[in-house]
C-alpha cells in the first residue's frame, strides 16, 4: 500500500476535554488511563509528524445538538 499526503491526511474524530484533560468532567473516570497510555503526548505526535510531512491534518469535533437531550439510551459518560 502506497500513502501519499496527496490523498491522504490524519483525522481525529471527537477529541473531547471531558476525558483529555484533568479539568473535564469524566477525567475522574478515564484519567488514569490517558495518563498511563500518553494518550494526550501520542495526539500532539501524531499531529507534529503529520505536519512535517506535509500531511493534511481535520479534526472533528463532537458538538450536542439540543435533540440529543432526549436519547434513551445514553452512555455513563454521555450522562455525565
Known sequence: MIISNRDSAVVVIDPQNDVLSPTGKNWDAVGASVTENGTVRHLLDIF????GADYGVFISP???????????FNGPLESD
Do not use: E, G, M, S
Open 62 to 72: 463532537h458538538y450536542f445538538y439540543p435533540t440529543d437531550q432526549t436519547w434513551h
Open 48 to 51: 507534529v509528524a503529520a505536519k
